[in-house]
Structures are given as structure tokens and as C-alpha cells.
T-cell receptor
Framework: NAGVMQNPRHLVRRRGQEARLRCSPMKGHSHVYWYRQLPEEGLKFMVYLQKENIIDESGMPKERFSAEFPKEGPSILRIQQVVRGDSAAYFC?????????????FGSGTQLSVL | QQPVQSPQAVILREGEDAVINCSSSKALYSVHWYRQKHGEAPVFLMILLKGGEQKGHDKISASFNEKKQQSSLYLTASQLSYSGTYFCGTETGANNLFFGTGTRLTVIP
């Protein structure tokens, strides 16, 4: 059973370009969470999605950032017109059921570097 | 909604013990603990659900005081492999998990 798969592992973009980060949850998992981590800092919650629905996007900037988890295919975190401050590691995690009594499985992350 | 962890960093010699604390300003439904090694993904350690619950995992255990909205992670007889950053994650009823800023643990020979 493959774990949570994130790609690309590393992504380099120039300021103003778009970044698309993909996350395939574990098989059978319908809950996906995105977190951002700056060097030497904690995991900052961005967005929580279930299949086709955004449940909580309170941690995601209102502008330039969007997320989706379609019925088929991976979850996508999209950052438009990237700026240097977007450089960070972006982790995706998934669970089979709501997180109250369920552990999260994390992907290996996407390291985004904005030049 | 982010919980507060303390200490921020701790250095131990092999065999020593450590306690990492996590507190929240909101009522908690559950507390999770994860460990992240440098350059890797966070890995699950344990979940605590009920007030006063304690759990153990080898020489790593944790407690959850629901009334005080606090949890503590206990590492006893530390090993080199325990080095990493420990995060507590708190769930406040929205089926979502917010992580603390982390505690960096370094175990030296």
C-alpha cells in the first residue's frame, strides 16, 4: 500500500510564475490536509479538504492560493504569481476518517524555491 | 488556534529523560504527537483522546489533561534515535489538526 505521494519533490519557480503541487493520498483516504513549513519552524495549517469539498481553508492566504481535491485524481495546491516569501516546504497529509481518532500520514513534501 | 510548546529546544545525553509540554487556549478533543527528522516527513507517535488519558510507546509516553487543555510527552532513557523535532497537534472539534511550533530534541552520546 503506497504511502502519501507528493510531487514534485523540488520545484523551482521565478517570481510571477505559477506553482502546482500535487498530493495523492493513501488508498482509501478521503481527507487531505496541506501544511507549510518554513526552515526551522513549525507546520502551519493551510487547508483541509474532503473529496470535492473544501472543509477549512482558514490557514490559506485569500489571494493567489487555491486548493482542490477532485473526485478523481490528486489534490492540487496552486500558487499563482509566486513571490520569494512563498519559498517553503509544503507537506500534504491524509487520513481515512476525521482526525479526532485517526492519525495523519504525511507525504515527503514539496520544497518550493522562488528565485 | 496554534498550541504552544515548551521548551523550544533541549539537548540530552543518552539515557537522560525529557518532558515536552503542549498547551492550548481552546478546549481539546484530541492531542496528537509527531516526530520529524531533518529533511523528512513527520511521523505519527500517538493520539490521546480522553482527559487524563495516558499512553505509552516503548520508552515514550504521553498524558492529556483535558481540564487544563494540556498534554505532555515523556521520553525516558533517551536514545540517539530520539533526536528530531517533536510536534503536538491539537484538534478542537472541527476535525482539523493545528500543530505547535515544535521542540527540537538533540540526543548526544
Amino acid at each position: 500500500n503506497a504511502g502519501v505521494m507528493q510531487n514534485p519533490r523540488h520545484l523551482v519557480r521565478r517570481r510571477g510564475q505559477e506553482a502546482r503541487l500535487r498530493c495523492s493520498p493513501m488508498k482509501g483516504h478521503s481527507h487531505v490536509y496541506w501544511y507549510r513549513q518554513l526552515p526551522e519552524e513549525g507546520l502551519k495549517f493551510m487547508v483541509y479538504l474532503q473529496k470535492e469539498n473544501i472543509i477549512d481553508e482558514s490557514g490559506m492566504p485569500k489571494e493567489r492560493f487555491s486548493a482542490e481535491f477532485p473526485k478523481e485524481g490528486p489534490s492540487i495546491l496552486r500558487i499563482q504569481q509566486v513571490v520569494r516569501g512563498d519559498s517553503a516546504a509544503y507537506f500534504c497529509a491524509s487520513s481515512q476518517n476525521p482526525v479526532t481518532n485517526e492519525k495523519l500520514f504525511f507525504g515527503s513534501g514539496t520544497q518550493l524555491s522562488v528565485l | 488556534q496554534q498550541p504552544v510548546q515548551s521548551p523550544q529546544a533541549v539537548i540530552l545525553r543518552e539515557g537522560e529523560d525529557a518532558v515536552i509540554n503542549c498547551s492550548s487556549s481552546k478546549a481539546l478533543y484530541s492531542v496528537h504527537w509527531y516526530r520529524q527528522k531533518h529533511g523528512e516527513a513527520p511521523v505519527f507517535l500517538m493520539i490521546l483522546l480522553k482527559g487524563g488519558e495516558q499512553k505509552g510507546h516503548d520508552k515514550i509516553s504521553a498524558s492529556f489533561n483535558e481540564k487544563k487543555q494540556q498534554s505532555s510527552l515523556y521520553l525516558t532513557a533517551s536514545q540517539l534515535s530520539y533526536s528530531g523535532t517533536y510536534f503536538c497537534g491539537t484538534e478542537t472539534g472541527a476535525n482539523n489538526l493545528f500543530f505547535g511550533t515544535g521542540t527540537r530534541l538533540t540526543v548526544i552520546p
